[in-house]
C-alpha cells in the first residue's frame, strides 16, 4: 500500500475538525455517546476522504525513439533563398 502524502493528510485531518465542529453544532449534543458518535462518524469521513484524493502521478520512461541511419534522412539544400532575394543574372544575350 502506498505511503500517503501530505495533501492527503491535510485533506484529511481537514474534513475531521471541520465535519466534528459542524455536527456538533448541528446536532447539539451533549451527552458523552452523542459525542461519540459523531468523533467516530467524523473520523471515518476524514479517512474516505483522504485516501480517495487523487495520488501525483508517476513518471513512466518511455524509450526512446532510434535514430535514422544518415542515408535515410532527408537531404538539406546548400543554399536557401529568402522571398525577397533575387536571383543572380545568368549570362542573357544581348
Avoid: K, N
Avoid at 77 to 85: C, D, F, L, M, Y
Amino acid at each position: 500500500m502506498p505511503r500517503p502524502t501530505a495533501a492527503q493528510f491535510a485533506y484529511g485531518s481537514c474534513t475531521v475538525i471541520f465535519s466534528t465542529l459542524a455536527m456538533l453544532l448541528l446536532s447539539q449534543t451533549s451527552s458523552g455517546p452523542g459525542i461519540t458518535v459523531v468523533v467516530v462518524a467524523a473520523l471515518a469521513l476524514g479517512l474516505l476522504v483522504a485516501m480517495t484524493a487523487p495520488l501525483p502521478r508517476t513518471r513512466t520512461v518511455t524509450a526512446v525513439p532510434a535514430r535514422r541511419p544518415a542515408a535515410a534522412q532527408e537531404p538539406v539544400p546548400a543554399a536557401r533563398v529568402s522571398a525577397g532575394a533575387r536571383e543572380p543574372a545568368r549570362g542573357r544575350a544581348a
